[in-house]
C-alpha cells in the first residue's frame, strides 16, 4: 500500500508485524505459514500492538490486515496447545482485542485479502470499516468444530448484518464470497485483487487527511450513540459541535466549502 511506505516498525512482536508514521498505524498478521491462524501468543501481541496504538494520539487511523494470500481463518486449531508458556501468559483482558478494534479512538480498518473465518472473522467484524478482495471468503466456522464461538461475534455481526441474518451464518456456517459479503453489508466495498492495496490505500488516504480533532470525535459519537439514549446522545453531540465548529480550523473550512459551493454552482440530484 502506498500509504505504508514511509513508516517505522515495530519490532518486538513475533506473531504480528506493526508499523506506524505519518498518523497511521498497521497490523498485520504474521503466520503466513498457516495462513495467519490464530495462536495464543498472537491474540496476546495483538492486544498489546493496538493497546500502544490507541494510547499514542499521533496515529488517527488503524488497519489490520494479513500476510501472504490469508487474513486469518481463525484458530490455528493444528497447532494449538493446550497447555504451556503461551497459554500460562494469557489473561482475561487478551480476549478484549475486538473490543480495541471497535471502541479504540483511532478509525479502524480491516482489509482482508483472503481467508476471514472464526475469530478471524470477529476481529473483522470489530473493525470501523472492511474492505475485501474479491478473492476473499468468509465463514462462522465456530459449530464446524463444535464450539459456540468467541471474538464478540453475536454482538458484532447482528450490527452489521441484521439479527436473522447473523444467527444464519452462525447456525448454518456455509462460506459466503466477497461479493455475498457486500450484499449482505458485512463489507463497505469489494475490490479486484491486482488493485485491492491500492483502492485501500486510497481510502486510507483519504481518512488521514482529515481533519484529526473531528475524526476523533466523530469515532467517539458513533460509540456513544451505541450506548445513550437518543435525547442524551443529542446534548453530548451538541456540546461538542458547537464549541468544534466555532473553531478556526473548522470557520476556515466553512468558508472554503462556501467559496467552492459558489464557484462550482449547485448540484442536482447524483
Known sequence: ?????????????????????????????????????????????????????????????????????????????????????????????????????????????????????????????????????????????FLDVAVAGDMGVPWTLPRLVGAAKARELSFFPDKFSADEALRIGFVTAVFDDATFRQETAARVDRLLHAPPEALRTMKLHFLAAERTRFSDYIDLETSRHIPMSQAPAAQDAFRAFAEARRRDGPRGPS
Open 1 to 141: 500500500m502506498a500509504a505504508l511506505a514511509r513508516r517505522s516498525n515495530v519490532n518486538d512482536f513475533s506473531t504480528i508485524k506493526v508499523q506506524i508514521g505519518e498518523g497511521l498505524g498497521a497490523v498485520t498478521l504474521s503466520r503466513p505459514d498457516r495462513m495467519n491462524g490464530m495462536s495464543m501468543l498472537m491474540v496476546i501481541e495483538t492486544y498489546e500492538a493496538l493497546s500502544r496504538l490507541a494510547a499514542d494520539r499521533s496515529v488517527r487511523v488503524v488497519t489490520l490486515s494479513g500476510e501472504g494470500r490469508g487474513f486469518c481463518p481463525g484458530a490455528d486449531l493444528s497447532g494449538r496447545p493446550r497447555e504451556g508458556p503461551e497459554v500460562d501468559a494469557a489473561r482475561p483482558e487478551h480476549f478484549h482485542v475486538p473490543v480495541l478494534l471497535h471502541e479504540m479512538p483511532q478509525v479502524t480498518i480491516a482489509a482482508v485479502n483472503g481467508a476471514c473465518a472464526g475469530a478471524g472473522l470477529g476481529w473483522a467484524a470489530a473493525c470501523d470499516l472492511r474492505y475485501a478482495a474479491r478473492s476473499a471468503n468468509f465463514n462462522t466456522a
